[in-house]
């Protein structure tokens, strides 16, 4: 695997989190369910946190949900960050309340002396504030295009505004639902200021088309070393962000500790149900927390040695199934079996 050589940014912590720094980049969600109802958000949090999740961000569109937040700090195990607009009384609230980040664009809060006051209790209780732009939310009247400078510009904005009370916990995002701008505007961003990069596509889409768009774009910018922390936004639900934030992670081979599932395109020698046995596979091994890769292959003429890498994997042949490990065949076993087989190696391993 040839490494990826990272941008240095500052580190910054969430919780007990680190993002930035060279810390280990971490993929994080947004619930979708009512900031007012604890029981389903808990629900939801809890499902992505088994999923992977490591920083889980809620809406607070009103003073009554930042009410949540102690209940929800008291059964959920990631940091919570806090999305809040225009209201600084919100802000100061979720602040109050234990919120652990905020995402929050200071300079849509007209007054200054509001501005100050969020500040001033960040700093003091060390929550860091996103800086989060993306094309909608560009100020249209000073920066009319949808460019990568117009993003950049919208975001230098917010940070000076930061920076002027002397605060600097900052993460910055850039997205555009244009990957091409979002790459651009990373790139250049990161050669003006140091702090951690929350990277992402926004509006990218629905499950396959958005996880492919996110997959091209967060690809290209992983690969260049851009990105501390990850979230892949699609019209799904938020566990497949986290999934396929995990999934482009691992095939830039980022992310280590998760177990990847290859598998073969099948053809004419095809021996047994390759897609839908890689499929179920994929579904068990998605929360499991190891380095690994397992291989599902058509056909013993070219399976174990193309997987010759993957630590565990099977192989067509006739009515059934072989069973190798690093392209070592070690038994035969009935195609009923894959599943638990392979699980079974896992735990063991
Ligand atoms: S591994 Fe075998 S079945 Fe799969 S594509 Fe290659 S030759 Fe075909």
Known sequence: MIPIKRHRTRKVYIGDVPVGGGSPITVQSMTNTDSHNIKELIEQILELEKAGCSLIRIALPDMDACDSIPALKKRIHIPLIGDVHFDHRIAIRAIEKGIDALRLNPGNIREKEK?????????????????????????????????????????????KILEKEDFSD???????????????AYKKFATLRDYPLHIGITEAGTRIYGSLKSAVGLGILLYLGLGDTIRVSLSASPVEEVTTGYRILRSLGIYTRSVEVISCPTCARTAFDVENTALRIETLVSGIRKRMKIAIMGCLV????????????????????????????????????????????????
Do not use: C
């Open 115 to 159: 501005v100050k006051g969020i500040v001033k209790l960040a700093k003091k209780r060390k929550i860091p504030i996103r800086i989060g732009v993306n094309s909608g939310s560009v100020d249209r009247r000073k920066y009319s295009s949808n460019s990568p400078e117009s993003l950049i510009k919208s975001a230098l904005d917010h940070i």
């Open 170 to 184: 900052i993460i910055v995002s850039l997205k555009s639902t244009d990957v091409l701008i979002t790459i651009e």
């Open 302 to 349: 070219n399976g174990p040695g193309e997987a010759r890498d993957a630590d565990i994997g099977v192989a067509g042949s006739k009515n059934e199934v072989l069973l190798f490990k690093k392209g070592r065949l070690i038994k035969k076993i009935r195609p009923d079996r894959i599943e638990q087989e392979i699980m079974e190696w896992i735990k063991k391993s």
